[in-house]
């Protein structure tokens, strides 16, 4: 059975305080794994794709990596608006394009 | 680009009414659609595919005589919950697959908070 964990629940950080997210994944076969944030009360906002080994894409100040079982989300030198629930989900090859998620990591930036 | 409305935002309802909630793709046509339900403090979970012209395809555990959905056009997605009771009552978010899409990104709503008394 596919399964997606995400470490840590929560996370408080400074500002300027870097950090990463962790997303560990089992699948029978990856086609993709996307991060999405996710703002209360609304629905989650994409973020990335990747979908091999040794891939990383960075957007601002967020960076993804991919390995062949877990993903990273890097936070460096957070602001308060990076505050918000983040998200993995995983795609596998028999999924029809289905995602199944994670439970997310909620990160909390203080000034 | 690639935005993705919900109406309504907010509903709330009696125990045993109907509910319905569109989700619309505004630029973009896509031909597979999907509907999540998430519960306070909890992630999505998928209750079922929907997809274009044909009929919806439903999550184990998902009764799909209560949740109707209905996508009758490439932008646009409907769920009726049938006979509402106050256990319905969660956050529903939709999401949107667009046919340009190469990676299979999906693309979401901004969700419906369903409220039961």
């Known amino acids: 059975e596919d399964q997606v964990t995400q470490s840590p629940e929560a996370l408080r950080l400074q500002e300027g305080e870097s950090s990463s997210l962790n997303c560990s994944y089992t699948v029978s076969g990856l086609r993709g794994l996307f991060w999405y944030r996710q703002d209360p009360g609304k629905g989650p906002e994409f973020l990335f794709t990747?979908?091999?080994a040794g891939e990383e894409k960075e957007k601002e100040r967020l960076k993804a990596t991919l390995t062949k079982k877990e993903s990273f989300l890097h936070i460096t030198a957070p602001k308060p608006e990076d505050s918000a629930t983040y998200l993995c989900a995983v795609q596998a090859d028999d999924s029809w394009g289905k995602l199944q998620f994670g439970a997310g990591t909620q990160v909390v930036v203080t000034p | 680009g690639a935005v993705v409305s919900q109406h309504p935002s907010r509903v709330i309802c009696k125990s045993g009414t109907s509910v319905k909630i569109e989700c619309r793709s505004l630029d973009f046509q896509a031909t597979t659609m999907f509907w999540y339900r998430q519960f306070p403090k909890q992630s999505l979970m998928l209750m079922a595919t929907s997809n274009e012209g044909s009929k919806a395809t439903y999550e184990q555990g998902v009764e799909k005589d209560k949740f109707l959905i209905n996508h009758a056009s490439l932008t646009l997605s409907t769920l009726t919950v049938t006979s509402a009771h106050p256990e319905d009552s969660s956050f529903y978010i939709c999401?949107?697959?667009?046919?340009?899409?190469?990676?299979?990104?999906?693309?979401f709503g901004p969700g419906t908070r369903l409220t039961v008394l």
């Open positions: 999401s949107a697959r667009p046919d340009w899409a190469t990676y299979n990104e999906q693309f």
């Open positions: 990747l979908y091999s």
